[in-house]
């Protein structure tokens, strides 16, 4: 297994009517899930999302705005997202995640 540092790229730039979230780290089983289960729990619409694996490195790339349809501006909102996203690559995270379904069954 390759070391895949997580990243979290927030944009207002390269769209004109949303934000644009680059999410990039190591790829596994239910990562797209729980990333899309993160930005729902933000309370944020994915207006359009493009997904791409290189080998074990997954890039994900949501467009995405709040309830109200606009852009995420402020700094602290996006701190707040960015870690979130990051939070989905933590041991812990998928630790808790695993422990979660083991319990529904």
């Given at each position: ?81 960015r870690q979130a996203l ?20």
């Open positions: 297994t390759f070391q895949v540092a997580p990243e979290v790229v927030i944009d207002n730039v390269l769209s004109t009517r949303h934000t644009v979230i680059e999410v990039s780290g190591l790829d596994r089983p239910g990562l797209l899930y729980d990333l899309t289960t993160a930005i729902s729990k933000l309370n944020l619409n994915i207006a359009s999302a493009h997904i791409a694996t290189f080998g074990e490195k997954a890039v994900d790339v949501f467009y995405v705005t709040d309830l109200t349809g606009a852009k995420i501006t402020t700094t602290a909102r996006q701190l707040i997202i990051l939070a989905v690559f933590s041991f812990d995270h998928d630790k808790a995640t695993k422990s979660k379904a083991m319990a529904r069954t």
